[in-house]
């Protein structure tokens, strides 16, 4: 069954896996559009990609997402899972090999690293941003996001399609973990849609302002499904990806 919200999205967007050379050209293209030419981070320099590709040796050994806006046929977000991979065990992921010494990982330590994924560049399109940032989401929680009309919902479509692909490569891949480094604006506009992750370090210059921060996927799942039910009926297929908690809720906050 396909909920309003899901009904809503597919009429203005679609999540396109990125599984053959023409869609990882198109993911490619966005990262250096958004990280080189809208964000122009200092350590993403147009100049360094003739090619007008951002590319890194984590493409390799990741799944990547696009999300498809139909009115305007353009690729307008995207995000990639980096797998583990070598004899490096968590240094194999770009975030904590970046910042080791100020990361917890205590955590992980009876992890297994093919469990592990690194959420990365998790990418929307400028004016798609703009669109989120103009309705100002002051009250910081989910409570004050139902406030809003379900027409001025729509543009946070582009941010609840990644969810959804991101717990889709999850679920292909046993992901069971997730580590992300995130600015602060996308670490509050997630807290916002009720997608909690635990810190794990402090903020550390990292193509940009960036906290590290670690999920555990079924506690994560469970907490949408507790506080988000809409969002979580979406991004887990109403429960096809990852079912709900055996244990249920207490007093589950149901989208309005």
Known sequence: MVSDLGNSFYKYFQIVPATNPYLLE????????????????????????PDRLEKDVYDERSSHYLVHHLESDRYIGTVRLIFGGGVDGLHTFP??????????????????THQVAEISRLIIKKEFRSRIRSFKFTGGTYEDYKQ??????????????????IL??????????????????LNKRLSQLG?????????VQ????????????DDV??????????IWGF??????????????????QQAG
């Open 26 to 49: 198109q993911v490619y293209k966005l990262r250096y559009e958004v990280l080189c030419l809208e964000k122009k981070f200092s350590s993403f320099i147009a100049a360094d990609y």
């Open 95 to 112: 975030m904590i090999k970046y910042a080791h010494d100020a990361i917890d990982v205590s955590d992980f330590r009876k992890v297994a």
């Open 148 to 165: 809003i009309t379900r027409a001025n919902r729509l543009v946070t479509h582009p941010v609840i399609g990644l969810l959804a692909a």
């Open 168 to 185: 889709k490569m999850s679920s292909d891949n046993d992901i069971r973990y997730w580590i992300a480094g995130m600015e602060p604006s």
């Open 195 to 203: 997608l909690q992750l635990k810190p794990i370090g402090p903020y």
């Open 206 to 217: 990292y193509h940009g302002l960036r906290r590290p921060y670690m999920g555990v996927v």
């Open 221 to 230: 799942v469970n907490s949408l499904f507790c506080n988000n039910r809409e």
């Open 235 to 252: 991004v887990t297929e109403q429960g096809k990806l990852w079912p709900p908690p055996d244990m249920g809720c207490i007093q589950p």
